[in-house]
Structure formats: C-alpha cells, structure tokens
C-alpha cells in the first residue's frame, strides 16, 4: 500500500502519546544477534522488551551480562537486563515462546543469507514469522528488519503470518519494516546515532511505527511512503557500495599491472570534492556480500537481468584467489620457496575490530594457499575458533603464534594488529603483503 504524500515524515520525531499510552507498550525483539541485541538494549532504555533467540546458550550468556559479539559492552547490557519479562522498562531475554505472548509490537531481526548458487534463503525469516504467528494477537503491529528483496515482507512473510495466526492483515493485525543499518565493531555509528528508515503497511501504521522508532533513536527517522520502497532503499546501499568497491578492486588489478600504487593513485584523486573515498579489499560479511544477489534475484522474476550489479559481485567474489596469486608471485621473485612454505594469515573475520565470520572472504586466500601447497595458520585475536572451523572449516588461533614464517598476509585491519612486531614472525627470506593498506610501508612489501 502507498502511503500519500502527506504522511511523509523526514527527520522528524513524534510523540507516541498520541497513538498509544507508553506503559502500554511491550516489544518483543526475535533473534539477539549483531542486530537484535542492540535494538533490544536501546529500546528497553524506555519499554519493556523480552528478547527471544532459540539460542539457549545465547540467551543464558546475555543474562549473564555478557555479549559474544562484542555489539553491546558488558556495563552497559547489565543497566537494562530484568530478572523476568514485565511491564516495566528493561530487557529480559528467554527462549520461552510464552514469555513474548502478551507483546504488542514484535521486531524481527533475523538473519538472510544465500546458498551456494546465491539464491536467497528466507527459511529464518519465514520461521521467525511462524514462530511470532503463534503469538499474534488483534491490534499487534510485527515489524521486519531484516534486509530483502522488494515485497518480501508482504509477498512472502505476510502470508505465514495470516495462516499461522487465522488473523487478517490490516484488519486483526499490521506490519512494518524498518531495514538495520548496524555497522558490526563500530562503536561510534552506534544504532541511536544512524538514522532510521521506517515505514507501515497503513498509514496510520506507518505513523506509529516511526513514532516508536523515533522514542529511542536520536538521529531521527526517515517515513518511506511504502513497506516496498523502505525495503529497495536498504538493499542498494549495500550493493551500491559493492558496485563501487569493485571498481577500485578492478583498478588495483589494472594499476598492479602498471606497476603504480593503487593507494597513491586514490589519494591523489581523492583531492577532489566529489570523488567518492572507496578502497580497493575483500567484500564479505552478510550484508554488501550478500544483498545485491537478492536485488538481482528479484529483478530477473520481472524479467531483467542485471548487468552491473552481478558484474560487481564477479570482480568482489574473485579478490581472495587474486590476492593468493600475487602472494605466491611475490614469493617466487624473492626465492622463497612455495611449497610447504609457512605463511601466517591476521585476521579471518569479514571485517576489522568484529568478531564476525559470517561469509568471510578471507576463506578464499587461506583455500587458495593451500592449494599451492602453502602449510597456512591463521591468527585472529577477535574471532572464536570453534565458530570459525564450525563456519568454514578453518582451523584458527586467539593467540599470537610462537614460530616464523615464509609469508605473512595481513588480511584483516584489527587494532590489534597496527603494532605488531612482524619481525619476531618473520624468517630470513619472507614476504608481507597487506590486502587493507593497514601497515607501515617500510616493512610491507606489497599492498593490494
């Protein structure tokens, strides 16, 4: 449904009062991941809110006032955690379907990853539904942040809602989508501080939605005029950032090969005012890597194949093996012996400072060293090794390795690794090679 004009609200906020008393707001947050927890935390700094995960073991350790992802700091977890779900402010957390029964706005933050052929996969979100369906009841608003297609919500997600629950939409119950805009391991960009699209399946809807997104987030909201349009705006940021780091990932191939510095060549244009400050690297994680397949998936059910966005995925997807390839040519102009070299990997999270290993494509270098025969180790002080080997297979370390190496890549720019003592990990004859530009030049030997 589109919502007129009128009702558009920009960088506006609103009163709650007028719509519903606050008190009477209780909100149930499904899936306490890098997403949910953080809305959870911020919207019990003024409402009831239980936070639901099938996650025991998650749910046990939030109530313990920790966080395995590293989104929400433990002092600040604890001033908001509850002992049981009320009708007071705070967060309580639970794995007991009951206790979000008597909620009237349920916050869906479920994860939407592809398969191996880059379809979209909605079984999380589609059984978040289900599981939310068994609880609806009239006048209950179920809002969706999990990024989509267009029309997920309402083509595919509504649909489960209405024949779980026996409720009609926009009669007995209504929705909203409000797409995240988390910056996993960015403590500044925090969630209160990026402003938030909102939007409604009526308008009267819409309104409230926004109105209680508004209440928490102090950037403000932005009223889309549909649910449609709220979810295309969300996935072309991420494949608009995708488009443009594969440019400057083809131009670091083109300038590689003219022997000139990538990272020169960007920060001279960058003196410019308009140009846009993109660096060449891996696209991983489960947004910039993922989303534009759901674009396209879309766009060919309309009969149109995209042309630039998949050519963007193309260039994106085939960093690690290039990355692996110059590694080992690197290796040879220096007569260090390639096979069963020892090379050492920093770093195996999709990006710096995070403990994410969602869709990492640094995967793709280790594979790839392997299969010149390399012996690789990889060293990450933010990731879990067990979520590691679980995820990809990899085998990883917490702690700095006691031995030397052949080569040594640095592939993730955590803090940890800015003052590094590469020296002590270093044999006679090796190689450095910085993919992220995050070391000092005068002991790297090539960046990306």
């Known amino acids: 449904m589109v919502i007129p004009a009128s009702f558009l609200i920009q960088f506006k906020r609103v009163s709650f009062q007028k719509y519903r008393n606050m008190k009477e707001i209780k909100i149930a947050v499904i899936g306490l991941g890098y997403v949910g927890l953080p809305l959870a935390r911020l919207f019990a700094t003024k409402y009831a809110v239980v936070g639901f995960d099938i996650n025991q073991q998650r749910v046990n350790e939030l109530m313990a ?114 797409p995240e805009r988390i910056n996993p391991g960015d403590k500044i960009n925090t969630i209160d501080k990026i402003l938030k699209i909102t939007s409604g399946s009526t308008p009267e809807i819409a309104k409230k939605v926004d109105a209680l997104y508004a209440s928490v987030v102090t950037a403000g909201t932005y009223l889309a005029p549909s649910i449609k349009v709220a979810e295309a705006a969300k996935v072309i940021e991420n494949s608009q950032r995708d488009i443009n780091i594969a440019f400057v990932n083809e131009l670091a191939k083109i300038f590689n090969l003219m022997g000139i510095n990538t990272h020169e060549v960007l920060a001279a244009a960058g003196t410019k005012w308009n140009f846009l400050p993109f660096k060449p690297g891996l696209v991983g994680g489960h947004c910039i890597g993922v989303d534009p397949y759901y674009l396209a998936h879309k766009s060919k059910e309309y009969g149109y194949h995209p042309e630039i966005i998949l050519a963007g995925r193309r260039v994106n997807d085939s960093m690690g093996t290039y990355v692996a390839a110059e590694v080992t040519k690197l290796m040879i102009k220096k007569d260090v012996a390639v096979k069963d070299a020892a090379i050492l990997v920093l770093g195996i999270t999709f990006k710096e400072n995070c403990s994410d290993v969602r869709n990492t494509r640094v995967v793709d270098i280790v594979r790839e060293l392997e299969d010149f025969g390399t012996k690789v180790t990889v060293y990450d002080p933010c990731a879990d090794p067990k979520e590691v080997f679980a995820e990809h297979g990899v085998v990883s370390q917490k702690n700095q390795p006691d031995k030397k190496f052949d080569g040594i890549v640095l592939a993730v720019a955590h803090r940890e690794f800015k003052d590094i003592d590469l020296k002590k990990l270093q044999k006679e004859a090796s190689i450095i090679y910085d993919v992220k530009n995050y070391l000092s030049s005068k002991i790297v030997d090539k960046t990306l």
Do not use: H, W
């Open 65 to 178: 006032g920790k966080d395995s992802t590293l989104e929400v700091a433990p002092d600040t977890l604890k001033t908001v955690l509850v002992e049981a779900s009320s009708s007071e402010k705070g967060l309580f957390c639970t794995t007991d379907i009951q206790d979000i029964k008597d909620c009237n706005y349920y916050i869906i933050t479920m994860p939407t990853p592809v398969d191996k052929n880059n379809t979209p996969v909605l079984i999380p979100l589609l059984a978040a539904s289900k599981t939310v369906a068994n609880v609806l009841k009239k006048g209950d608003v179920v809002i969706y942040e999990s990024t989509v297609y267009p029309g997920a919500t309402e083509e595919d997600c509504i649909p489960v809602l209405e024949k779980e629950s026996g409720l009609v939409f926009n009669r007995d119950f209504f929705a909203g989508y409000s």
